[in-house]
């Protein structure tokens, strides 16, 4: 058995970090730290969310409660970085009605993350309302990271990372670049022509599943379309509910604007693998961009 033993068959050449990606949900962040060519597992508890994360990148993805007892302990011997994107809806700034959207999202781990003893850490989270939530780490808006911006998305990013990651676009955090899309959120399924808070305003209509997953920096993997048989879906309250269609369609809205955007976990990850600045999809997306307003 190899060094990742139950992980995969990851090698183990020394440009290359080896990264466990903690709260992998649909695999995203994990994706830009491949793309910057590193070998990442991603470890997730949402049996749905691992499933979707199995078709992106590498799909590395084990199902795996990660505040499991001795679990970050059997990490220490098999890598040397870890990425971690709690659960945020304790701390949003950005949400401003309902319960926590997701199943495993009512706990704020962020504090926990920014324990976890690893040399190379980048923990990842929204800000929060108080500026006294949001002193653990760097805020950074996912439009500074491509050189033309997708989208604004203000998130910090805190631990063990002494490398600055190249900001493209402007190397100072602004909330809000005009003119840029604004964030993707998981419930951009409910966006309508007048919504105020969704990505949808930038549309004047819902955005689509394609146009959502664009912004966070990838194509929709063809698989996502179909809905398991075995998928059992939960409302807010822990209850089961039916596994619609819709409902399935719901949950990959919710997957997409859960994730860390492909072209932000890349920049953090090239600071060490020495790969380009630019994101390798930069001009086409530029191009798609460009060919849709
Ligand atoms: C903010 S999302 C992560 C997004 C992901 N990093 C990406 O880029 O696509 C947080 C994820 O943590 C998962 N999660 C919550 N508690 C967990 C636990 N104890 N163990 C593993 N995953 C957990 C949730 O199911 C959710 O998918």
Same mark, same amino acid.
């Given at each position: 058995? #190899?060094?990742?033993?139950?992980?995969?068959?990851?090698?183990?050449?020394?440009?290359?970090?080896?990264?466990?990606?903690?709260? #992998?949900? !649909? $695999?995203?962040?994990?994706?830009?730290?491949?793309? !910057?060519?590193?070998?990442?597992?991603?470890?997730?508890?949402?049996?749905?969310?691992?499933?979707?994360?199995?078709?992106?990148?590498? $799909?590395?993805?084990? &199902? /795996?409660?990660?505040? /499991?007892? $001795?679990? *970050?302990?059997?990490? /220490?011997? #098999?890598?040397?970085?870890?990425?971690?994107?709690?659960?945020?809806?304790?701390?949003?700034?950005? %949400?401003?009605?309902?319960?926590? *959207?997701?199943?495993?999202? &009512?706990?704020?781990?962020? #504090?926990?993350?920014?324990?976890?003893?690893?040399?190379?850490? +980048?923990?990842?989270?929204?800000?929060?309302?108080?500026?006294? &939530?949001?002193?653990?780490?760097?805020?950074?808006?996912?439009?500074?990271?491509?050189?033309?911006?997708?989208?604004?998305?203000?998130?910090?990013? $805190?631990?063990?990372?002494?490398?600055?990651?190249?900001?493209?676009?402007?190397?100072?955090?602004?909330?809000?670049?005009?003119?840029?899309?604004?964030?993707?959120?998981?419930? @951009?399924?409910?966006?309508?022509?007048?919504?105020?808070? %969704?990505?949808?305003?930038?549309?004047?209509?819902? =955005?689509? =599943?394609? @146009? !959502?997953?664009?912004? &966070?920096?990838?194509? *929709?993997?063809?698989?996502?379309?179909?809905?398991?048989? +075995? +998928? /059992?879906?939960?409302?807010?309250?822990?209850?089961?509910?039916?596994?619609?269609?819709?409902?399935?369609?719901?949950?990959?809205?919710?997957? *997409?604007?859960?994730?860390?955007?492909?072209?932000?976990?890349?920049?953090?990850?090239?600071?060490?693998?020495?790969?380009?600045?630019?994101?390798?999809?930069?001009?086409?997306?530029?191009? =798609?961009?460009?060919? +849709?307003?």
């Amino acid at each position: 058995m #190899d060094r990742f033993g139950a992980y995969g068959r990851l090698h183990n050449p020394a440009e290359k970090l080896r990264i466990a990606v903690l709260f #992998d949900g !649909a $695999g995203l962040a994990r994706l830009g730290l491949e793309q !910057a060519g590193h070998e990442c597992v991603g470890f997730e508890i949402d049996e749905s969310k691992h499933h979707l994360s199995t078709f992106v990148g590498s $799909g590395n993805s084990v &199902q /795996q409660d990660v505040l /499991q007892e $001795g679990f *970050i302990e059997s990490l /220490q011997h #098999d890598f040397d970085a870890l990425w971690a994107s709690p659960p945020c809806p304790p701390r949003s700034a950005a %949400r401003t009605q309902g319960g926590p *959207i997701g199943r495993f999202a &009512q706990v704020d781990l962020t #504090d926990w993350a920014l324990a976890l003893p690893f040399n190379v850490l +980048w923990v990842e989270n929204v800000l929060g309302r108080c500026a006294n &939530q949001n002193l653990w780490g760097t805020p950074y808006n996912a439009a500074q990271f491509t050189r033309t911006p997708f989208q604004n998305r203000n998130r910090m990013i $805190g631990g063990f990372d002494t490398h600055l990651p190249p900001r493209l676009y402007d190397e100072r955090y602004r909330r809000v670049f005009p003119g840029v899309c604004p964030t993707i959120m998981a419930t @951009e399924y409910k966006g309508c022509a007048s919504d105020k808070r %969704r990505a949808s305003r930038f549309y004047g209509r819902r =955005l689509t =599943l394609e @146009e !959502a997953a664009f912004h &966070q920096g990838f194509k *929709i993997p063809p698989a996502w379309r179909t809905k398991p048989d +075995w +998928w /059992q879906p939960y409302d807010n309250c822990g209850e089961p509910v039916e596994p619609t269609e819709v409902r399935w369609r719901n949950n990959l809205y919710q997957a *997409i604007g859960n994730g860390v955007p492909v072209y932000m976990a890349y920049a953090f990850g090239a600071v060490y693998s020495g790969k380009p600045k630019m994101w390798p999809w930069t001009k086409r997306w530029e191009r =798609l961009m460009a060919a +849709w307003r």
